[in-house]
């Protein structure tokens, strides 16, 4: 139990281009999505925690303009990299809780997004 | 902002034990997390702590000691598969989870 998954894997693109990484939960209901960041050999950085049907609460530094994150449904969230750049080129990663607050958090796949 | 430190390395011959440290300083606490994390894909959950002692799984074990804000993850009967980078994760008095850098082990045979 507690699936999340993740698409697309990979992603490369031409600078500008806006990409949109998708995360579900397969077999259970999240009302709360999280999506990290992980620079190579570097930990996860948390980017910003997905809300079922409110605003996401992003973590300071992070730009809400260029990291849009629609989470329309208790099974889906989505991340829009807009017109991304080189130095957006990271390791993306979602995660799902199976119940409350206690709960630990599933890992997606991640995508990996490299912008030429 | 939330500070917690693990090893960066560490080396074993297949068939040991191996323990990963993790100290860690955050505003509030709700539980302690341990990941494997092999290259290029994503963190699979091991285990949690969130009162002190010992929690056995399996091969993988994680102790907790609020007090000395202390966990170590310990490996027995190490495999090659084991290769991996460990996360120590710590959730804060708000649920956020913080990530250690990791911990890679290699398994020699």
């Known amino acids: 139990g507690a699936v999340v998954s993740q698409h697309p894997s990979w992603v490369i693109c031409k600078s500008g281009t806006s990409v949109k990484i998708e995360c579900r939960s397969l077999?259970?209901?999240?009302?709360?999505m999280f999506w990290y960041r992980q620079f190579p050999k570097q930990s996860l950085m948390l980017m910003a925690t997905?809300?079922?049907?409110?605003?996401?609460?992003?973590e300071q530094g992070v730009e809400k303009d260029k990291f849009l994150i629609n989470h329309a449904s208790l099974t889906l969230s989505t991340l829009t990299v807009t017109s991304a750049h080189p130095e957006d080129s990271s390791f993306y990663i979602c995660?799902?809780?199976?119940?409350?607050?206690?709960?630990?958090?599933?890992f997606g796949d991640g995508t990996r997004l490299s912008i030429l | 902002g939330q500070n917690i430190d693990q090893p960066t390395e560490m080396t074993a011959t297949e068939g040991a034990i191996v323990q990963i440290n993790c100290t860690y300083q955050?505003?509030?606490?709700?539980?302690l997390f341990w990941y494997q994390q092999h290259a290029g894909e994503a963190p699979t959950f091991l285990s949690y702590?969130?009162?002190?002692g010992l929690e056995e799984k399996g091969r993988f074990s994680s102790f907790l000691s609020r007090s000395k804000g202390y966990s170590y993850l310990l490996l027995k009967e190490l495999q090659m598969k084991d290769s991996a980078s460990y996360l120590c994760?710590?959730?804060?008095?708000?649920?956020?989870?913080?990530f250690g850098a990791g911990t890679t082990v290699t398994v020699r045979a």
């Open positions: 077999d259970f209901q999240a009302t709360t």
């Open positions: 994760a710590v959730r804060d008095g708000d649920y956020k989870l913080s």
């Open positions: 997905s809300n079922e049907g409110s605003k996401a609460t992003y």
């Open positions: 995660s799902a809780r199976d119940g409350g607050d206690s709960q630990p958090q599933h």
């Open positions: 955050t505003s509030g606490f709700n539980g």
């Open positions: 702590n969130v009162l002190d």
